[in-house]
């Protein structure tokens, strides 16, 4: 399977490229993922790069196509799960958007030997585990529901029935911390960041 061919040639006296790895990144909506995943591509010297998902979910102000998350179609969504081009997809909260991992995507990266970061459900998760089994998986955990629903709060982002849905799954989601190799508490952010840096360190 690609992931797991090493990628050598061994005709030519060069060495040879070394294999990128896929780390997973979960936790409930607003508890910092994003934060916390910014700060490892801009401070950190892994060779990190994020994994651009497809959702079916609008923009949020400031958000950039191809950068935050490729935006598209439902239908052009499905065209693509068909297609068989995600390695995972959900509709991460019941009745909402579509979200997916571009099988190509991580391919591309992982071949020039580069760390691949997925933030990405539970879900999601779960299937990239079984079908990567050497790949990282760290959830992040809020310190409590409170301070999580008060995040979510401040960001701002989502209202009414969005923000009650993220709310209502967070527990559930927290239940599967059980399943990754490594949980954080974001408490602190700079502790929490630290931790990561760590623990990805361990990973080298
Ligand atoms: P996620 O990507 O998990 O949905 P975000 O990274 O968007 O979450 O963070 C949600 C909100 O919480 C943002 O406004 C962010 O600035 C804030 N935040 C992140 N980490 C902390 C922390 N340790 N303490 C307080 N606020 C935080
Ligand atoms: P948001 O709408 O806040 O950007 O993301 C909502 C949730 O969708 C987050 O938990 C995020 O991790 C998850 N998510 C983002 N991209 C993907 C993806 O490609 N696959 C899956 N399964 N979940 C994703």
């Given amino acids: 399977m690609w992931f797991s061919v090493a990628h050598e040639d061994s005709s030519k006296n060069v060495s040879p490229q070394k294999r990128g790895k896929v780390v997973i990144i979960s936790g409930p909506s607003g508890v910092g993922k994003g934060t916390l995943v910014k700060r490892l591509i ?24 191809g950068r935050d998350y490729w935006f598209i179609s439902r239908d052009e969504f499905l065209e693509k799960r068909a297609n068989g081009e995600f390695l995972e997809s959900f509709e991460v909260y019941e009745g909402g958007a579509l979200y997916g991992t571009l099988r190509e995507t991580v391919e591309t990266q992982i071949r020039q030997g580069k760390w691949v970061l997925l ?23 809020p310190p409590s529901l409170e301070a999580l629903k008060e995040r979510l709060l401040n960001r701002g982002t989502e209202k009414g029935e969005d923000l009650s849905r993220r709310l209502e799954q967070a527990e559930k989601e927290i239940s599967f911390n059980k ?15 630290e931790e990561l840096v760590k623990v990805l360190a361990s990973y080298n």
Avoid: H, Q
């Fill in 119 to 141: 933030e990405i459900d539970v879900k999601g998760a779960l299937c990239v585990m079984k079908e990567l089994p050497e790949s990282l998986s760290v959830f992040i955990l």
């Fill in 179 to 193: 399943f990754y190799k490594e949980r954080i508490v974001n408490d602190n952010l700079d502790k929490a960041f």
């Fill in 42 to 65: 801009s401070e950190s010297s892994f060779p990190l790069v994020l994994s651009v998902s497809a959702t079916t979910r609008p923009p949020r102000p400031g958000e950039v196509n």
